[in-house]
T-cell receptor, first 116, second 113 residues
């Protein structure tokens, strides 16, 4: 596709339910990133994929959060037993991963998650 | 000390003025620096990047990098109300084994008509 796409654009769920967020990166981009942004706050790094592997999971807030990527393309971020503090916009970005410091990330439109 | 620091603002400038946005970083190994613009309710979009010391100009935007002072800035000339947004500074750190991008918290800019 022309850009990074994410679905759903909005998700309202009840506390305790599981949710899955999807990211489809730019075609040919091997690196994929998940961030969380709470209202009025900066970007909080969650996890990064190079291909299908995740060399950096340091940002995942708890074991309720997991992510996977298959076929070096689509990624899903799963939040189990959602809590109200999980409410935020979840942003996905992708990059070519040229292996140099010039790597530039391009962002999707985000998924706004609201946990009631 | 945060790895990438920005003044949260808001920074308010009149239309037509120069807006100056500043960013400092802590890792001397940082090699590349990016400015993103984020409108309210939207995702960040890349404005420009800079790798070498000095100035880099792109239209009304100029990025300035001083690695010795660990400082990067973004100047917006002839500011327009449509420039009102949050500006995020991002820094790539690492080596050929892998790079990590660290984002600042952003500076909110208001351009008054």
């Amino acid at each position: 596709g022309a850009g990074v796409s994410q679905s759903p654009s909005n998700k309202v769920t009840e506390k305790g339910k599981d949710v899955e967020l999807r990211c489809d990166p730019i075609s040919g981009h091997t690196a994929l990133y998940w961030y969380r942004q709470s209202l009025g706050q900066g970007l909080e790094f969650l996890i990064y994929f190079q291909g299908n592997s995740a060399p950096d999971k340091s940002g995942l807030p708890s074991d309720r959060f997991s992510a996977e990527r298959t076929g070096g393309s689509v990624s899903t971020l799963t939040i189990q037993r959602t809590q109200q503090e999980d409410s935020a916009v979840y942003l996905c970005a992708s990059s070519l991963f040229s292996g140099t410091h010039t790597d530039t990330q391009y962002f999707g439109p985000g998924t706004r998650l609201t946990v009631l | 000390q945060k790895e990438v620091e920005q003044n949260s603002g808001p920074l308010s400038v009149p239309e037509g003025a120069i807006a100056s946005l500043n960013c400092t970083y802590s890792d001397r190994g940082s090699q590349s620096f990016f400015w993103y613009r984020q409108y309210s309710g939207k995702s960040p979009e890349l404005i420009m990047f800079i790798y070498s010391n000095g100035d880099k100009e792109d239209g009304r935007f100029t990025a300035q990098l001083n690695k010795a002072s660990q400082y990067v800035s973004l100047l917006i000339r002839d500011s327009q109300p449509s420039d009102s947004a949050t500006y995020l500074c991002a820094v790539n750190i690492g080596n050929t084994g892998g790079f990590k991008t660290i984002f600042g918290a952003g500076t909110r800019l208001f351009v008054k008509a």
